[in-house]
């Protein structure tokens, strides 16, 4: 089998050591041997999308092949870390999505708003992975989220969203996944998305990572509200699933057995019971978390992406 890198990435919004390299996009072509080891599985080419039946994975690296379509998610998922203005410590989950149009050197860092707005400065440190004989090693990179007091990334205040370009330093191992992972509503409908259904979701929970390599750990929770569709007037819905900091912005995954699944939402919040209750003469203010995660809608995160530039 042999890999060739037909054209390079440039670098944008990165701020790297040795290591920040152009990033290939790899084609692939099989000999007869792996060819027939192969055949009825995959029909690969990482320049036009690598498709199993609903999801389409852009840009996996060089020499490592996912074993099913979640690990691929997985190595689109990163952490995201920093400082708020008081010093304090600020974690959050995002993932790569193709931008509209599929050009190969674009991809948006994808997480909920108010993680990159609670970091101060200009940059954020983003935890990707570079992968050598077939291990996998953390790799912090610094990323600039503002010129100055200007974001660089697209807000979307009212759905608490964000977006930010970039293109990948050099060996970097990752995945970005294809614009249509995101399920719009006909899709979420079609493959039976609602209430009672399991979703999983990977993410960084205190910024705590599942393996020295930093990946993600991986949880489950089933979709505890009704009704979810359509988005337009469900534009939030709400999964058992017990949020700690650091899953804000972590992507939802659906499968309907059929797939390797699609995007269905993404992480906002953990949900609270607020409460006030009488203490002699004052008044105190108690909150219950209900073991509940809201979570922006799908379609919603496919209709931003479009949007973009």
Known sequence: ???????NLKESWFKGGANAQKCPCFAIELDSS????LRGRLTMNFCG???FMFLMILLCGPAAFADSGFDAVLRSVMRVNGLDSSGEAVFGTAFLMQGRGGASNQAWLVTAGHVFNSI????????????TRGIFFATPVQVKIREGKTPLYVLNNEHDLAALKVALPGEIDCCILANDFAGDDARLARAGFG????VLIPGYPYGEASSEAGF????GGVVSSFPVLPSSTN????VDFEVFEGYSGAPVVFSDGGSSGFLAGMVLEE???EELRAKGKKTARTRRGLGLAKILSGPLIRSFLNALP
């Open 120 to 131: 101060r400065g200009e940059y954020a440190q983003v935890t990707m992975r570079r992968q």
């Open 216 to 219: 993600a750990f991986v949880r």
């Open 271 to 273: 949900v609270f019971l």
């Open 34 to 37: 792996s060819a027939s080891h």
């Open 1 to 7: 089998m042999k890999i060739r890198a037909p054209h």
């Open 195 to 198: 209430s009672g259904v399991r």
């Open 49 to 51: 999308g690598l498709v």
């Open 235 to 238: 534009p939030v819905f709400y």
